[in-house]
């Protein structure tokens, strides 16, 4: 069974500030894995994705995650935290091959804060 | 916008009664997936459709009910509602069924409270 688990349930960090989310996961077979943004009230949305091509991966706002295989891991930074930053994170697992099904798994979700 | 709508955006109801969530997914997507998210469950997959076709079952419960239909929107059916069915029930839209380059775009949320 797939799964993923967010360390940290709440993270702070100054303005300006490195943001590291950490993210690891548990797949039987090579993982799509995806990073989401919720604002308050609002839907998720795609942050950045990694589907077996380069194991960095760039997303929107300046966030990027490593692929790290050996640590199961798909941590997601960003070199300077901004106010507008603040929000609530998820990480996200999906299998391909046989399952041939779209649907994610989530984790638990990171609030991130930014303090001024 | 992300191009997914969702209707209506809240919903009030007592226990025992029914309602219905309708999604309209982005132009040119086929799939349809529900997630709801509440405070002790995290965001859990329930349902996806493709085409007009169920194509996966999460921890739906047989209370819960979804159809896609040929104009691709899709509803989801709560009957006997409980207090603990209260949650933010977000829908979901992407290309294809599960191809590696599908990205699911979530709709803004449709917040139920049972009373």
């Known amino acids: 069974a797939q799964s993923v688990t967010q360390l940290g349930s709440h993270v702070s960090v100054s303005e300006g500030a490195l943001v590291l989310l950490r993210c690891n996961y548990s797949s039987s077979v090579p993982p799509y894995l995806f990073w989401y943004v919720q604002y308050p009230n609002q839907g998720l949305q795609l942050l950045l994705k990694y589907t077996s091509a380069a194991t960095l991966v760039k997303g929107i706002n300046g966030f990027e995650a490593e692929f790290k295989k050996s640590e199961t891991s798909f941590h997601l930074t960003k070199p300077s935290a901004h106010m507008s930053d603040a929000a609530e994170y998820f990480c996200a697992v999906r299998g391909h091959g046989s399952s041939n099904t779209g649907k994610l798994i989530f984790g638990q979700g990171t609030t991130l804060q930014v303090k001024p | 916008d992300s191009g997914v709508t969702q209707t209506p955006k809240h919903l009030i109801t007592a226990t025992g009664q029914r309602v219905t969530l309708r999604c309209s997914p982005r132009s040119g997507d086929l799939s349809v997936y529900w997630y709801q998210q509440s405070l002790d469950q995290g965001l859990q997959f329930l349902i996806q459709?493709?085409?007009?076709?169920?194509?996966a079952k999460g921890n739906i419960l047989e209370r819960f009910s979804a159809q896609q239909f040929p104009d691709l929107h899709s509803e989801l059916n709560l009957s006997s509602l409980e207090l603990g069915d209260s949650a933010l029930y977000f829908c979901a839209s992407s290309e294809g069924p599960a191809r590696a380059t599908d990205t699911q775009y979530f709709g803004p949320g449709t917040r139920l409270t049972v009373l």
């Open positions: 459709y493709y085409n007009g076709e169920e194509r």
